[in-house]
């Protein structure tokens, strides 16, 4: 391979799709083909190029978005492997943001999967063009016409097949070249090799009517064309693969191909086409930004001054951290100094790599359009814009999906404080679908994700990278406390034991206040009974009060509280008096005034087939869900409804479970709702029993 290369002979693409598509294997299928690697690697052994992290070698799937990088026909292959699980969906969209087309994979056993629908979203949301690869033809039962005609039907009539399988099954090993009228037989031993023959007979005729399907798409790309092609019903070979390339970016056709990547089946002609017809950062030449003063910008491939993305930060093994980027424009070098715009401050950078999976080939230089890595930069994060101090811009950032499931920590050992703390901040820096807080109301440490699997893996990182042991229970539910209706009390605190005395006398009443608004106090003294010096002393009653509760020791709100008067003792009233009298005024009215516990109500939105679309709601009955409509959303149907948050414990679970993976899910806190009469007993018992559990530990 050579040191650097142009932007025209770049080829930057994410390898996309659901869970067990073959991404992976595909991957590495690409890097035998061409060289890169003498032998192929399995998932099961945990040798592939990609898959190298404990977790994954564990697990025996994708968890990182891994970097690759090899030659074909002369262009170089910058590949980013992603996950197909929907926990890990930020590193595809992180890949997907820096890629020039996106390589969808399907496995033909297993067909569309809404993994590979949010992965065609978020690339159509990029704008970027599509390859599809139909997968695993090699295995038994296969039915690549009944994948294709429901891709076609999922994702248009544009869906083109480029190559076609002649044997699919257990003797995979030929395909039907469209484009080139060929039948290519790949040789045992998944290297990849091959020989052509040229078509005939019924695979001619087919061919020949593929062929003007395929004429009439590259027409549809270009005005000249398309008027030749009606003026004389064809077009020359040179006409048809100078019009590819146009047709791919105008996504006026999408071209699939038949390929096994385990038998190495297939995959040098889909390589074969990327090299010659796959988006380049030319096609891509002009991206929009944000000048030094906020101002729309625009960032060129032929300016001068380095402009750089960070897309993913990682913490690797004897190496530290490392930054993976793409260069939008200029070039960048070993040693180099660039403005981080995003953190407003120098970064210099250090070794530069390109990487295949855990192997990393050192550089000095990397060029406008190129993918690369970098050790040790000082606060770069993922999403970060570097740049020349000349031309301060920041490009967009990704907008990761909000995490929707969530759990609590509990330390093994004591004194592990500290270093939980840096592990999750650490690991919230790397992730942007991670969250991680001390829920100071709950008394607990929350940690949140995309799914069950997505926790699991973070706790196996606190484990092997930062020593930290946790246990795993459920989060408490923030309940409120209220009240429905009015009381008045007249507390008396005095206390003489000997010496100074205390005294003091607080009469308080309370109302219901305006919901969300928290505890207000209010004074309405007259006369010098009280002096006001001590107002301040009775609210820190009342606020304590407020934050550790009266029916069950969740927070009081939405009170409206007036200290409108009480007595003093010339020597006994201090602040100490006054703070306890003031604390029990507000306990006696607060239990006289009906009150009752709030729960927290979340909006949520599920999006499923229309198959499922009865199963969530009966599951959205069964959990007090009240539905607020259903719309349509492509070939999904998006359900929103409110549910209360106690019902939503791994409810993304849930979904994928009644939707047999097919559904996603979603939510946001929305308001605070009195809980149902029949309900209260269960939670007043449950705090009764944990007050009783934390005083037997004491």
């Not at 061409?34 to 070698?57: C, F, L, N, P, V």
């Not at 401050?345 to 990487?355: A, F, H, K, N, T």
């Not at 209360?644 to 979603?666: D, M």
Request: net charge negative; hydrophobic share 40%.
């Amino acid at each position: 391979m050579k040191d650097t290369y142009v932007p025209s002979e770049l080829r930057n693409f994410a390898v996309v799709g659901h869970a067990s598509a073959g991404k992976t294997m595909l991957c590495e299928a690409m890097l035998m083909c061409s060289g890169r690697i003498g032998r192929m690697g399995s998932i099961a052994a945990g040798t592939t190029a990609s898959d190298y992290h404990a977790s994954e070698q564990q697990h025996q799937f994708s968890v990182h978005a891994s970097l690759l990088h090899t030659e074909w026909q002369g262009k170089k292959f910058n590949i980013v492997d992603t996950p197909g699980y929907a926990d890990f969906i930020s590193e595809g969209i992180g890949a997907l943001r820096v890629g020039d087309f996106a390589l969808v994979v399907i496995n033909v056993a297993h067909g569309l999967g809404v993994g590979t629908d949010t992965v065609w979203d978020y690339a159509t949301h990029y704008g970027l063009p599509k390859i599809i690869a139909i997968n695993a033809l090699d295995k038994p039962n296969t039915d690549f016409d009944a994948v294709l005609a429901v891709a076609r039907e999922h994702f248009g009539r544009t869906v083109f097949p480029m190559t076609i399988p002649l044997d699919s099954g257990p003797g995979f090993s030929r395909v039907l070249d469209v484009l080139r009228n060929e039948v290519v037989t790949y040789k045992p031993g998944s290297n990849g090799t091959y020989k052509e023959e040229t078509a005939d007979g019924e695979l001619a005729e087919r061919v020949h009517e593929l062929h003007r399907q395929l004429m009439e798409y590259v027409a549809e790309s270009d005005d000249a064309l398309m008027e030749k092609f009606f003026a004389e019903g064809v077009l020359g070979e040179e006409e048809i693969r100078a019009g590819l390339h146009k047709a791919v970016q105008n996504q006026v056709f999408i071209p699939l191909f038949a390929v096994s990547a385990e038998r190495n089946v297939g995959v040098a002609r889909l390589m074969d086409f990327i090299a010659k017809f796959g988006s380049s950062p030319e096609d891509r030449a002009d991206v929009p930004a944000r000048d030094g003063s906020g101002l729309p910008s625009t960032v060129s491939l032929t300016q001068p001054e380095p402009v750089a993305y960070v897309f993913k930060t990682m913490n690797e093994p004897g190496v530290g951290e490392m930054s993976l980027f793409r260069i939008y424009s200029g070039s960048i070098r070993t040693g180099e100094e660039l403005y981080n715009r995003t953190r407003q401050l120098s970064e210099r950078l250090g070794q530069l790599y390109m990487l295949n999976g855990r192997e990393r080939v050192a550089v000095q230089t990397l060029k406008a359009g190129d993918l690369g890595a970098v050790v040790k930069l000082r606060e770069a994060r993922t999403g970060d814009t570097l740049c020349s101090s000349r031309f301060v811009v920041e490009l967009p950032k990704v907008e990761y999906p909000h995490p929707n499931i969530h759990i609590a920590l509990r330390l093994k050992a004591k004194g592990d404080e500290d270093k939980l703390a840096v592990g999750l901040a650490t690991l919230q820096q790397e992730d942007p679908t991670f969250r991680s807080r001390v829920d100071e109301e709950v008394h607990q440490t929350i940690m949140s994700g995309q799914g069950e699997i997505h926790l699991q893996v973070i706790v196996e990182r606190l484990a092997r990278r930062f020593g930290v042991n946790v246990e795993l229970e459920e989060p408490r539910i923030p309940y409120r406390e209220t009240i429905r209706g009015r009381a008045e009390s007249r507390y008396r605190h005095k206390k003489q034991t000997g010496g100074a005395g205390q005294f003091a006398e607080v009469w308080m009443r309370i109302s219901p206040g305006a919901r969300d608004s928290g505890v207000a106090f209010t004074e309405s003294l007259v006369g010098n009974d009280v002096d006001r010096v001590f107002v301040p002393s009775v609210e820190k009653g009342v606020r304590a009060v407020a934050n550790e509760g009266v029916l069950a020791g969740y927070r009081i709100v939405d009170v409206v509280v007036d200290f409108f008067g009480g007595k003093m003792h010339p020597v006994d009233s201090k602040d100490i008096a006054f703070q306890v009298a003031g604390y029990h005024a507000f306990k006696e009215c607060f239990a006289n005034a009906s009150p009752c516990l709030l729960e927290p109500i979340y909006t949520v939105a599920i999006t499923t087939p229309e198959d499922y679309v009865g199963t969530i709601l009966g599951d959205l009955s069964s959990r007090r869900g009240r539905i607020l409509g259903i719309d349509s959303d492509g070939h999904f149907q998006v359900i929103r409804a409110t549910v209360p948050y106690k019902q939503l414990a791994h409810y993304t679970t849930t979904v994928r479970s009644l939707t047999s993976g097919r559904g996603r899910y979603a939510e946001n806190f929305d308001h605070y709702e009195e809980v149902p009469s029949d309900q209260v007993a269960a939670i007043l018992a449950e705090a009764k029993a944990r007050k009783e559990a934390l005083a037997a530990q004491k």
